[in-house]
């Protein structure tokens, strides 16, 4: 079975672009969370989605945001970035849903470096 | 408050030594779930293993030990005979129950360097 997906694996945006990150999660898969990870703060959570709800978000400004499909893809928007946002996103799904003693299986992670 | 604390930042052993991660964790509930994962340089964070906290048995798997204990909100981590590859990052996570959705508190992490 194919893992959890990140594209793109790297990026370079400048202050105040946007920038859209995909997950694919492991087939059969329906909760997809998302965390940022930097040397100062570590991995924080950033939200999780289960059948397309927004069911949990962390401590993050509304410039973050994300979604959901039917077919539990996701994609994180973050919008007027500001260099503090360069970090490895990484996305992590969990069967069936999404519950605490569910393991979360992560992807790759997408680098993005704000210039 | 739930909180994951790894207070070695950095280890380095030279290879075939024992190593132990220690993890110390604090929460109110009463069910709760423990978890280490290891970050290679690559960046994907690669499942290790889960406790419960109803569950104290030690487990091994391999070269791989683990020692939960309620009593001292630990979990610790030992690697027996370390080798080359388990050089990464090791992070131990909790996540409680009932739980608001499919959130982890991670430590800092622990960077692991095993020397040849």
């Known amino acids: 079975k194919a893992g959890v997906t990140q594209t793109p694996r790297y990026l370079i945006k400048t202050r105040g672009q946007q920038v859209t990150l995909s997950c694919s999660p492991i087939?059969?898969?329906?909760?997809v969370s998302w965390y940022q990870q930097t040397p100062g703060q570590g991995l924080q959570f950033l939200f999780e989605?289960?059948?397309?709800?927004?069911?949990n978000k962390g401590n993050f400004p509304g410039r973050f945001s994300g979604r959901q499909f039917s077919n539990s893809r996701s994609e994180m928007n973050v919008s007027t970035l500001e260099l503090g946002d360069s970090a490895l996103y990484l996305c992590a799904s969990s069967f069936p849903s999404g519950g605490a003693g569910e393991t979360q299986y992560f992807g790759p992670g997408t680098r993005l470096l704000v210039l | 408050a739930q909180k994951v604390t790894q207070a070695q930042t950095e280890i380095s052993v030279v290879e075939k030594e024992d190593v132990t991660l220690d993890c110390v964790y604090e929460?109110?509930?009463?069910?709760?779930?423990l978890f280490w994962y290891k970050q290679p340089p690559s960046g994907e964070l690669v499942f290790l293993i889960r406790?419960?906290?109803?569950?104290?048995q030690n487990e091994i798997s391999g070269r791989y030990s683990w020692n939960f204990q309620k009593s001292t909100s630990s979990f610790n981590f030992t690697i027996t005979a370390s080798q080359v590859v388990d050089s990464a990052v090791y992070f131990c996570a909790l996540k409680f129950f009932p739980d608001t959705g499919n959130q982890f508190y991670f430590g800092t992490g622990t960077s692991l360097t095993v020397i040849p």
């Open positions: 406790r419960n906290s109803f569950d104290e």
């Open positions: 929460t109110r509930d009463t069910t709760y779930y």
């Open positions: 989605y289960f059948s397309e709800t927004q069911r």
């Open positions: 087939s059969g898969h329906r909760s």
